[in-house]
Each structure stands twice: as C-alpha cells, then as structure tokens.
C-alpha cells in the first residue's frame, strides 16, 4: 500500500473528525454536556460549510462565544444595554434584562452576529413598503414578549408583530447570485399568521422587490397567496421573491405538511439548480425532509439572482403583516450536507428548550391562571374568558363540568407587563400571541400590533382589591380606571363617571378578581 502524501493525511483525518463529529451528535441527542461545548456552528464548520451569520437572544451559538448576543434600549431614558451568555456557549443571561429594564419597558435594538463576520441585525429601514415606525422604518421587537426557558434558564426570543422587522443590507460573506448556501431557524410553531412574510435568510439589498430569485428565505407562516403544503398550514416554506414554495410548483406541493410545533426547527438551503425544505421538533427527534430537488419550474430561479441581506420577520420587500417569534438562526456558506444538518437538529434538542410557563395559579409572570370574579350573589362562579365568535371578553361561569372550549378561554398566561414591566399583561392561553386589552375602554382580545399604544392598551398595575378580596388590576394609561365586569362584559372602568359601566354600584367588588388555578 503506497503511503499518501502528509497533506492527503491530514485531509482524511479532518474528514473523518467531521463524520465522527456527526455521528457523534446524532447518536446522542440528549447529551447536554456534548451541547454546553459544542454550537450549532462549530458543527456546521466540522463539515466545511461553516456560518456566516449566527443570530440568537437565547444562546451562545458557538462552543466558545462569549460576546453579546443582543441590545435593548429601555423607554424610560433611551439607554442601551448588551445581553450576553451566562458563560461561553451558554444561555442568555436574561436577569440583565430584567435588572436593567425594571419599572419601564424595552425594544430589541440590535441582533448581534456570533460568527467573525459582523452580520449584525438591526432596525429594518423603510423598503418598498413602508413600516410603521418614524421615517417608515419598522418596529423593533418588545424584549418581554417571548419568554421561554433553555436549559432551565429563562431567556426572550423575538417576539415579531406585523410591522416589526430587522434587516442588515451591508452583509460580509452572505452567498450572491447562484453560490450555494444553508440556513435555519428556530420558531415558535403556534404563532403565525397569513400576512406577507415572516422570513428569516437572504434578501434584496436594495428593501425592492428585485424580480424572481433575488433573494432566498425561510418562510413560516399559513399564506396561500403563492405556495402551500398539505393540510391548513402553517408550512415551512422558500421565499424566493415573487414565490413562497413548498416544492417545485407553484401553488401546491402536497409533500410539505403543516407543522406547528411549539419550537420549530426550520431548514432551507439552495445550490445550482438544487434546495431543499427540512423540519422538526426543536425538543426532539429527527429532521424530516419536506422537498429535495431541482429549482422550481417556473421561470427567473435557475439560476438565482441572491443578492446577500439578511431579514427578519419581513419581506425582501420590507411586506411587514407577518407574525412569528424567532430564537436562534443561521446562514452558512455552502450548501451543508444532511449529516451535518442532522448533528445539528440533535445539538438543539439537546439545549433543552421549554415554555416560559413556570407555574399554575400565582400572578408570577409565565404563570397560567384563571381570573375569578368576588360579586355576589351574581358571579362568584364567574370567570373572565374571551369570546369564540367574537374578540370581546366577558365573564361566564366556569366549572368542572364545563367543555374544553370555556375553559381553555378562561385560562390566562400572565406576562411582564407590555409597556411597563412592574406591572402585568394577560395572553390567551389558548390564542398564542392574543392578549387582553382595553379599546374605547372595552376589554377585547387582540393580537399585539407592535405598536407602544397597544402595548399600553394591555398593561395592568395589580393592586391590592379595591373590596379588600383579591387584586384588582389598574389601567397603565388610564390609572383611574379598573379591570372591571358590568353586566357581564370586561372594561376598564372608574368609581363613578359618565359611562354606565362607571356605575359606583358594586365598583368595589366588580373590579376585585380572586387569582385562581387555571381551568386549562
């Protein structure tokens, strides 16, 4: 046998550490420890298609990353602070975040890139369409709204409205044109719309519409406007510009089912003439793959026209009515094999992600709840609880016997509160990303439309309860005004005033709600 050369050597050793790394990582996909020394990007660099853009508020991406992982800016002075790992190659220490933006609230301002190359994210500028910021910029996300856990240590996501988004047009190393390339995302698989386009990947530099194949992207949402999988969504999908496929047609491609995990694992990846669509559950298990094949059959994709910006949450576009949460997500260079993809689906499963809910039946934000009412003789059995057929919110009695409809719509997830973090919002426990708030001073459920007003809208001060039973809950922006039900509706409502829910009669016992364990 003919020795070969030292430098042949070294690259068949290198080689077999890459398949040794990942079949490593796949045979053990709860190894936490494996998990605290090694990051997504250190796999994908194991096997030569490494990134070029990490992006996460939950955790350190590689084994030895030790630097920010993002900004918040707080509303109370406009001040800035960086949120970084526990310790390298760990979770986010979210008690920074807490300490620094007590007593007020606070934006994400920046997504900082992990990799050498400085992709960092950043406030998405006025594209095509305009967001709803000053200037036509988008929204920046609100810290507090997508607590969760990594490991057992509490961390945020990117809680995405419509018109918040993030985008960075200057990128370094981003695939153009037809060069290969790989990326995925972790979302939150039971908050989504049809809105145009919660996306995470590769865009027009330009914020336009740039023609077929200019960008590539991974879609996530229910939108039927150009693709769709099996089922009623929501779908894994390309956005290609000008098309959100789930195969090689337009329109539908019944191998991409619908998949709504609480945390998603989102892959797409594209070479010449060849992408693919991959999924799973971000807890556990395997990746499936959803297509593998050539570029569509319609014209302008083969070959692409990438031009190399990163977004998230909207459109190459800047399209802003879609709705997602992000964790964690990466771009790579090159076009990264399926054992690579596979180690690195067996590496988030092993972070440990988990719901930020973290107790039943206490005003403790992430705790699920049920808001008993304390007037008698009428409503004692009474809980509060939105409507089906409409987005009002009302209270109706509640009991053991009660369907799982009523009872999942009296069941609360209590949140720091949206504009003021001392105080408390209210989600739907069965409406992700529904939370109760005050219109013309009628309590309604609504989704958060990233704007500072709702935030308000949906911020309650708990006080002590105003009949002595209880809590009352307090009006952030209206603070003379209470939680309160008249007539069986829901309102923010004063003792005494010109509206008939103002009426003094039973003000006291009808704005005092005993804190009770959830009925779902």
């Known amino acids: 046998m003919i020795?070969?050369?030292?430098?042949?050597?070294?690259?068949?050793?290198?080689?077999?550490?890459?398949?040794?790394?990942?079949?490593?990582?796949?045979?053990?996909?709860a190894a936490t420890s494996q998990a605290a020394t090694q990051g997504p990007c250190d796999i994908y660099a194991a096997g030569n298609t490494p990134c070029v853009a990490a992006h996460s508020t939950t955790r350190a991406l590689y084994g030895a990353y030790n630097g920010p992982l993002y900004q918040v800016k707080r509303?109370?002075?406009?001040?800035?602070?960086?949120?970084?790992?526990?310790?390298?190659?760990?979770?986010?220490?979210?008690?920074?975040?807490?300490?620094?933006?007590?007593?007020?609230?606070?934006?994400?301002?920046?997504?900082?890139?992990?990799?050498?190359?400085?992709?960092?994210?950043?406030?998405?500028?006025?594209?095509?369409?305009?967001?709803?910021?000053?200037?036509?910029?988008?929204?920046?996300?609100?810290a507090f709204e997508a607590p969760i856990t990594v490991g057992g240590h509490k961390a945020y996501g990117v809680y995405v409205a419509p018109g918040t988004g993030y985008r960075n047009n200057n990128t370094n190393g981003i695939a153009t044109?037809?060069?290969?390339?790989?990326?995925?995302?972790?979302?939150?698989?039971?908050?989504?719309?049809?809105?145009?386009c919660f996306d995470y990947g590769n865009a027009e530099t330009t914020g336009n519409d740039d023609g077929n194949g200019t960008m590539e992207a991974i879609y996530f949402g229910n939108s039927k406007g150009w693709g769709w999988g099996s089922g009623n969504g929501p779908w894994v999908m390309a956005d290609l510009e000008n098309g959100l496929f789930s195969g090689v047609n337009r329109g539908l491609n019944a191998g991409d089912p619908s998949i709504g995990h609480r945390f998603l694992t989102a892959i797409v990846k594209g070479g010449p003439n060849q992408w693919a669509i991959r999924g799973g559950n971000a807890q556990s298990g395997s990746l499936s793959t959803f297509y593998n094949g050539v570029r569509p059959n319609a014209s302008g994709y083969n070959p692409m026209k990438k031009q190399g910006a990163i977004i998230l949450g909207i459109g190459g576009d800047n399209s802003v009515s879609g709705r997602g949460t992000f964790y964690e997500g990466v771009m790579t260079s090159g076009y990264p094999s399926d054992a690579t993809e596979n180690a690195v689906q067996a590496n988030i499963t092993a972070a440990g992600y988990a719901s930020g809910s973290t107790s039943t039946g206490s005003l403790t934000p992430g705790s699920r709840i049920s808001l008993q009412a304390t007037t008698a003789p009428c409503c004692t059995s009474h809980y509060l609880r939105h409507?089906?057929?409409?987005?009002?919110?009302?209270?109706?009695?509640?009991?053991?016997?009660?369907?799982?409809?009523?009872?999942?719509?009296?069941?609360?997830?209590?949140?720091?509160?949206?504009?003021?973090?001392?105080?408390?919002?209210?989600?739907?426990?069965?409406?992700?990303?529904?939370?109760?708030?005050?219109?013309?001073?009628?309590?309604?459920?609504?989704?958060?439309d990233g704007g500072a007003a709702f935030a308000k809208d949906a911020t309650f001060c708990r006080t002590a309860g105003n009949s002595g039973a209880g809590n009352s809950f307090q009006s952030v922006n209206f603070p003379t005004k209470y939680l309160r039900h008249y007539n069986f509706t829901a309102y923010i409502a004063s003792n005494g005033g010109s509206?008939?829910?103002?009426?003094?009669?039973?003000?006291?016992?009808?704005?005092?709600?005993?804190?009770?364990s959830p009925w779902s």
């Open 75 to 142: 509303a109370s002075d406009n001040t800035t602070r960086n949120i970084g790992p526990l310790s390298a190659g760990g979770v986010a220490d979210a008690a920074v975040q807490d300490s620094f933006c007590a007593n007020t609230s606070c934006v994400i301002t920046v997504i900082y890139d992990q990799s050498p190359k400085g992709n960092n994210l950043n406030q998405a500028p006025r594209g095509h369409f305009p967001g709803p910021a000053e200037g036509g910029n988008d929204n920046m996300a609100n």
């Open 499 to 516: 509206n008939t829910w103002d009426s003094t009669t039973s003000w006291a016992q009808d704005t005092s709600w005993l804190t009770a």
């Open 387 to 448: 409507n089906d057929a409409d987005s009002k919110v009302v209270i109706s009695s509640v009991n053991s016997s009660s369907s799982a409809t009523d009872k999942a719509d009296a069941t609360w997830i209590v949140r720091a509160g949206l504009a003021n973090t001392s105080c408390l919002s209210f989600e739907s426990a069965d409406r992700p990303g529904q939370f109760l708030r005050h219109f013309n001073y009628q309590l309604n459920l609504n989704a958060d």
């Open 3 to 29: 020795k070969p050369p030292r430098r042949t050597q070294r690259a068949l050793l290198a080689a077999g550490a890459t398949a040794a790394l990942a079949a490593g990582l796949l045979a053990s996909t």
């Open 177 to 196: 044109g037809d060069q290969p390339e790989g990326m995925y995302a972790i979302f939150d698989g039971t908050h989504f719309n049809g809105g145009c």
